[in-house]
Structure formats: C-alpha cells, structure tokens
C-alpha cells in the first residue's frame, strides 16, 4: 500500500510539474508584483518602488517549484518608467534565473486617467543537473546549462480606481526543462502566456475600501488560468483578503502597511487538485518598499490609488 502511494504521489507531481514547466510563473499577490509580468506597470505606483518576493510551492513534495523576486522600476518627469527585475526559480533538478529590464512610455488620456505601453528585455540562465536524477530504466542523463534571450511587452491603462492590463512576459522560447543536448535555437515561442489583470477599489466608507480584482492567463496547449481576488483595506493600515484559482487552489491573505509607503504581506494557498493530498500548501512572502519625491511629470498621482 504504501508503495502505491509513493508511486501515485510520483505521478501527481510528475504531471504537475510538466504543466508547470510551460507556464511563466505567477504569484498570489501579482497585484504588487506587477512589473514582473507587465512592463507597462513600470513607474505606475511611486517614483521608487522596490519589492522582494519568496514563495515556496506545495511545501512537503520534494522538487517542488520555489521562486524568489526582486523587483525594482522608477519613473522621470516625462513618462518614462524603468524597470528592473530577477527572478530565480528552481524546479526539482532544474534551477533557472531570469535577469530583465523594463521600459514603459505613459501616455495622459484624460485628467484622472493614463495609457502606458511598455517593452522587456533581458537575458536568462539556467541550469538543469540531470545526472542527479535517477529514471524508471536508471538511465544517466548529461546535465545541460546555457542563457537565453528574453523579450515581452505589454500595456497598462489605470483611473484613480480602477486598472486594467494586457501583457506577454515571454516572446521567446525556453530551453529550460528539456531533457536532451539537442541543439537549442532560438525563435518566438509557440507556447506563449498571455496575461489580462483587472482591478478596481470601491469607497465602503472613510476607512473600509473593497478592492476586487482578477488575474487572466492563456498558456498555449493549457487549460485557462483564472484568479478572482476579494480584498479589504482598512484605515489603509491593514489589508486581508481570499482569493480563487479556477480548478486549481484557494487563497488567504493579509499585508500590514505602514506610512502607505511600506508594505509586508503573506499569502497561503491550498490546493484543491489532487496534488492538495501530498503537500501541506504555498506560502509566499512579500515586502513592498514605495518612495516619493514628487516628481509628478505626467504621471496620475492621487491618494484612491492603491493597487
């Protein structure tokens, strides 16, 4: 019995990860993550804006996915944001950094509205030690490393309340997870990921804010991604909130804010495949830096923002 377990939680993952491995990651609290996945968010939240994320996947499998994040984008007087971000995630054998740069151009389409188009560009490494791994047959497997080109573009149109945004974080195609030394070529991907994020904050009243909001991703070959958010903020000081991923898993929750320019929030996920009877659930960590030094230029600057 005990052995048909193992080999029933090996499948689980196996299956999972191979999904995994087609998708750009994407994170339970995206909303303040943004850049990441959408160069167009470049600048939109504060003249400074630094953030570091760590989550660590379906804790208790071994090999699951973890990632770590540091972000960073800025914006000058005349509409131009500029973005940094690494990403490192390690996936069983595989490990895979991920160095971009982000430019977004922001254009004023009314008093309190703004368009901004935006580009990435960047270079990624990675790293898959199969030789450390052992098959059904005990084949040996060469381990394969080397770096990749990266280029995604997006756009991001936001109100005092309200946002919404279109993006593809990755144009190219990856040679990351593949399990043979063929010869890797460069190219536009056929499996892109298409990100669509929407996002509004409704008045309660003078300290209670409803900010509702979804996460959209198309992974070609996959099934459609979906998170439906539901957050409350209160006297801009605390915020907790749950939220859904389609078919996938359920989320909780809450951030402490400080001064409205420092924020630490944590999320827990618990999965509702069957993969939910093989872990204890994704803990992910956030810390959130906004500084300001009034350079408005042609940026919306106005106290509703808070996405």
């Known amino acids: 019995m005990e052995n048909i377990k193992r080999i029933a939680v090996i499948l689980v993952v196996f299956i999972s990860l191979q999904t995994y491995a087609q998708q750009s990651p994407h994170y339970t609290q995206y909303m303040y993550n943004m850049n990441v996945i959408n160069p167009a968010y470049a600048g939109a939240r504060a003249d400074l804006s630094i953030g ?6 379906w804790v208790g499998v071994e090999g699951a996915p973890e990632t770590q994040t540091f972000s960073a ?45 935006g580009f990435k560009g960047g ?8 030789s450390q791994g052992v098959t059904p047959d005990n084949d ?21 309340q309200f946002y919404v945004g279109l993006s593809i974080p990755q144009l190219f195609k990856t040679p990351v997870y593949r399990l043979d030394n063929n010869e890797y070529s460069s190219g536009i991907s056929k499996k892109l990921n298409y990100f669509a994020t929407f996002g509004y904050v409704f008045d309660v009243n003078e300290k209670l804010k409803f900010k509702p909001s979804t996460l959209i991703k198309v992974s070609t070959g996959l099934p459609l991604s979906v998170d439906i958010n539901a957050n409350i903020l209160y006297d801009k000081r605390l915020e907790f909130g749950v939220s859904y991923r389609y078919n996938d898993s359920v989320h909780g929750m809450v951030a402490l804010l400080f001064n409205e320019s420092i924020r630490i929030g944590y999320a827990y996920d618990h999965t509702l495949t069957n993969l939910g009877s093989f872990n204890s659930g994704t803990h992910e960590i956030m810390l959130l830096f906004d500084i300001g030094f009034k350079k408005r230029g042609r940026w919306l600057n106005d106290s509703s923002c808070y996405f």
């Open 73 to 117: 984008n800025a914006r000058t007087v005349n509409g131009i944001g500029l973005g940094l971000s690494v990403v490192h995630d390690k996936l069983g054998l595989a490990e895979a950094t991920n160095f971009n740069a982000d430019i977004s151009y922001t254009l004023v389409t009314s008093t309190y509205s703004r368009l901004a188009l």
């Open 123 to 130: 270079l990624s490494s990675y790293s898959n030690n199969l």
């Open 52 to 57: 570091l994320l760590a989550r660590k996947q």
């Open 140 to 160: 040996v497997n060469a381990d394969l490393s080397g770096t990749y080109p990266n280029l995604g573009l997006g756009a991001f149109y936001y109100e005092k």
